[in-house]
């Protein structure tokens, strides 16, 4: 059971494309300036994905089309940071309207983070301004993880059931074997 614990908790994250993803190059920026984005997978191939400034209904600065595979991926593209970008964190969203039968896409919209540096070129720390803590994603990350003692609980109570089963088939097994092994009333 200990292995068994140290095997889940030792696992490496599963690979998921049906999760939208968002890639920005470079990462700092003027205000002004073009940044090269990217979505390697996670999106609907139908419609079109729009990127959005600092909100999931902010202003578009660019739309791109995905290609038609299964978890289709867009870009890469550029767009322009906003002229009047204050200095500071900020964020763009991918989003994208899912056709009916794209129902198995999940994580739309993606954020990435895009960091306006000042006149020069320094990033400007403690800005508390620019990037609203009312903007969070819904539906990229659960509202209450499951705890690493959950988990294991689970992986305990699996191998319980396990080792039930197994000493269930034994105990059967067993049983058959002595009744082969034992004399009838008519041999004797």
């Known amino acids: ?39 390697p997978r996670g999106y609907g191939r139908t419609n079109p994905v729009d990127i959005r400034w600092d909100s999931l209904d902010g202003p578009v600065l660019g739309t791109f089309q ?33 056709a009916a039968n794209e129902t198995h896409i999940r994580g739309v919209p993606a954020r990435g983070e895009v960091t306006v540096v000042g006149e020069g070129g320094t990033p400007v720390l403690g800005r508390d301004d620019v990037a609203p803590a009312d903007q969070t994603v819904r539906g990229l990350v659960e509202d209450e993880p499951v705890s690493m003692g959950t988990v294991l609980l689970v992986a305990l109570g699996t191998a319980g059931v396990g080792l039930f089963v197994a000493g269930g088939a034994a105990a059967i097994a067993s049983r058959r074997r002595s009744a082969a092994g034992a004399p009838t009333q008519a041999a004797q």
Do not use: C, K
Request: aromatic share 6%; net charge negative.
């Open 1 to 39: 059971m200990l292995a068994a614990g140290l095997l889940l908790a030792s696992a490496p994250p599963s690979h998921a494309p049906h999760i939208a993803q968002i890639q920005i190059t470079p990462s700092q920026v003027q205000a002004g300036q073009e940044v090269t984005v990217f979505g």
């Open 66 to 98: 995905p290609n038609e595979e299964l978890y289709a991926l867009w870009g890469p593209g550029t767009i322009r940071i906003p002229e009047d970008a204050r200095p500071g964190i900020h964020f763009l969203f991918a989003t994208q309207t899912l």
